[in-house]
């Protein structure tokens, strides 16, 4: 748990030399990441770029600003880690995700081929069938259930793994590694500091599977080691790779179902039009990842002396960039609390822009739509049955508990 206590406002004052305004609440803190979008409010109110005093770092909120900054990627570059601690900077170097330029083309095209359109076609009746044997199994059971842990959960758990390569016997640990490896990237903390131990687990693990070569048969990670018995990439950064793939692609998606299921059951006119329009899915997914967007922020370094809105930002700057913020910001979109599946939304941040632009979205739009779809046809009404509860993470928006019942059509 964060020990940094937030100030209950922002402060005005411009930082330094620069003139960049302060905002000197702790945007990590726990009051704040279970409801941050008023403390967004006020970072984008402070001016395109401000400097967060807790973190002593820039920080963008604003939907202009960091979508140019995600769009440069010559100028904010990747390579010296998107985290907010050194550490994990350091650790996490020449990953995809962290990695610029010819390199990062090179690691993303190693198995890119995984998740094409027309490799996700193969799976997609798969995917399709596992969404409408979980929505079945759930109608059978006349009880509360957890959005969370019932459908959240238990859809990309029958997906990812074996899709990535896991086998069996780390299946009981991989939520706690996301959650854990997601964290280990945070700010400093208290929290940061008890996501340690289960990340290291991770590390290890993962590289066991390597060395040992147990990926599944026909799992990305066995055409992972197939690319580097070809010499494509080097054994050694398998591992990394591989953690590159797994990292962000369970706990994103299992916080897009959760806060979908919180949505459609708080809004049920919007339930109505996507049973009414089985095509909205696509948007609907759009939509929730808009409103509740699973990753709030990774950083970037300006790699050259450059600016942001008018403010001169010295090379070697690290900032923030707010995906969550920029999903809400007033002066790109019209009522941006409001949840409309209907709304032009498709050019959301929340899986990046640009170079590094999530590289398996493919993969959570299906899933999340095959159970959105797979709902639609048989479920008249999501009844809240209970407050959903946010879980404290500093990167990830999510809940561990969402209590619904389904009332079948
Ligand atoms: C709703 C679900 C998801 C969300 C919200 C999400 C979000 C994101 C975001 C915001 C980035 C950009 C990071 C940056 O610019 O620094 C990213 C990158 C990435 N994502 Fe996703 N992701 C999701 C699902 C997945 C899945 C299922 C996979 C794997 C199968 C995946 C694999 C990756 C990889 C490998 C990258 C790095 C791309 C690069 O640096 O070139 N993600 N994701």
């Known amino acids: 748990m964060s020990t940094a206590s937030p100030s209950p406002h922002a402060s005005s004052a411009a930082s330094g030399q620069t003139g960049v305004p302060e905002f000197d609440t702790d945007l990590f803190s726990e009051d704040v990441v279970v409801d941050p979008y008023p403390h967004y409010r006020r970072l984008r109110d402070l001016g395109p770029v401000a400097y967060l005093t807790s973190q002593q770092m820039h920080a963008l909120g604003r939907y202009d600003e960091v979508r140019a900054v995600l769009a440069d990627d010559e100028t904010f570059i990747s390579g010296q880690g998107v985290h907010f601690n050194d550490v994990f900077n350091e650790l996490m170097r020449g990953a995809i995700l962290t990695s610029d330029g010819p390199e990062h083309e090179q690691l993303r095209q190693v198995v890119a081929h995984r998740l094409t359109p027309r490799a996700l076609r193969e799976e997609r009746a798969s995917i399709e069938a596992k969404a409408d044997a ?33 086998p069996q016997d780390c299946r009981d640990r991989l939520i706690d590694w996301a959650l854990a490896g997601l964290e280990a990237g945070g700010p400093p903390s208290d929290r940061h500091a008890a996501s340690i131990p289960a990340a290291i687990e991770m590390g290890e693990y993962t590289g066991g599977l390597v060395a040992q070569r147990r990926t599944l048969p ?5 055409d992972l080691l197939a690319a580097a018995d070809r010499g494509e990439v080097a054994m050694d950064r398998c591992p ?13 998606t299992i916080s897009a179902l959760g806060s979908a299921i919180a949505l459609f059951a708080q809004h049920p006119d919007q339930w109505d039009l996507l049973r009414a329009n089985p095509d909205l899915a696509g948007s609907a997914f759009n939509e929730v990842i808009r409103l509740e967007s699973p990753l709030r922020a990774f950083t970037r370094v300006a790699g050259r002396d450059t600016e942001i809105g008018g403010h001169p930002l010295p090379k070697g700057s690290r900032v923030a960039v707010f995906f969550a913020s920029a999903n809400r910001d007033e002066r790109k979109w019209d009522r941006p609390d409001a949840f409309d599946i209907t709304r032009q939304n498709a050019d959301h941040v929340a899986l990046g822009y640009g170079v590094h632009g999530c590289a398996g979205q493919g993969l959570a739009r299906l899933e999340i739509t095959s159970v959105l779809t797979g709902l639609a046809r048989s479920v008249a009404r999501l009844e809240p049955a209970g407050e959903p509860r946010p879980i404290v993470h500093s990167i990830v ?4 508990s969402v209590p619904v019942r389904l009332h079948a059509a």
């Open 240 to 252: 990394a790779l591989l953690i590159d793939y797994f990292g962000p692609s369970l706990e994103t």
């Open 397 to 400: 928006r999510s809940y561990t």
């Open 134 to 166: 979980l929505v079945t199994a759930l109608l059978e059971r006349d009880e509360v259930l957890d959005a969370v842990t019932d459908i959240a959960q238990a859809m990309p758990m029958s997906v990812v793994p074996d899709f990535l390569g896991f």
């Open 218 to 222: 026909g799992s990305l990670g066995h």
